[in-house]
């Protein structure tokens, strides 16, 4: 799997955007880039996935350049239940498929916003 | 279906005590994972299953430590002569074969061992 670097800690105040940035500069073609983030004793929750377009659902944005070598994901109006630790996961599509592949964490952000 | 359901939520026990986690997964899904988290950390891998079948065990997952999924449903973990250092928390996931989008996890069991 191709590694991921993420900032440990970030602060956002309450209405305004989260930009969560991860570097993933060994990312090889086949590999999709994958959100998660985690509330204070719950489970991890999936956000987001992309390969190399921009994507959007009901919780998310995710940014990934051109090289693929980082990616941001935005929370375009951050709550103080967005407060969390936010896991940026890179993983080969064949080996999903496969099913040869687990999600490996890192350590992640610890977003916290601010009221 | 409310997703993964995992029970109990809390155990403590004493050193030396076996303890068994059952997960539910989402009823349609074939793939079910389990994960142990310490304080701290990211979730790490122990072990999932493909319908039945268990496809992988992680170094973690010490001869102390069993995982079943019997009928392809419901799985247990079970762990034997507990230490201390088994206290956390433990997840489970579960996730469609041939399916990009993303695990689904429950909320966890976590162990306390006194």
């Known amino acids: 799997d191709a590694k991921t670097t993420q900032p440990p800690s970030m602060d956002c105040a309450e209405g305004r955007a989260a930009n969560l940035p991860c570097n993933h500069s060994?990312?090889?073609?086949?590999?999709?880039v994958y959100w998660y983030r985690q509330i204070h004793s719950q489970g991890p929750q999936y956000i987001i996935h992309g390969l190399k377009n921009n994507e959007t659902n009901e919780m998310a944005s995710l940014i990934i350049t051109e090289d693929r070598k980082s990616s941001t994901l935005i929370l375009p109006h951050a709550t103080l239940r967005d407060t969390a630790v936010y896991y940026c996961?890179?993983?080969?599509?064949?080996?999903?498929?496969?099913?040869?592949?687990?999600?490996?964490f890192g350590q992640g952000t610890r977003l916290t916003i601010n009221p | 279906d409310t997703g993964v359901s995992q029970d109990p939520r809390h155990k403590i026990t004493k050193r030396g005590q076996n303890v068994t986690f059952r997960c539910d997964p989402i009823s349609e899904h074939n793939r079910l994972y389990w994960y142990r988290q310490t304080l701290g950390q990211g979730p790490e891998f122990l072990t999932y299953f493909q319908n039945e079948a268990q496809l992988e065990k992680s170094r973690l997952l010490s001869d102390r430590f069993s995982a079943e999924r019997p009928k392809g449903s419901f799985s247990t973990l079970e762990i034997q002569r507990t230490e201390q250092g088994d206290s956390a928390m433990y997840l489970c996931?579960?996730?469609?074969?041939?399916?990009?989008?993303?695990?689904?996890f429950g909320s966890g069991t976590r162990l306390t061992v006194v």
């Open positions: 060994t990312i090889s073609g086949n590999e999709y």
């Open positions: 996931a579960s996730s469609l074969a041939r399916d990009l989008g993303g695990y689904t």
């Open positions: 996961i890179v993983r080969a599509w064949a080996l999903i498929i496969q099913g040869a592949q687990k999600l490996v």
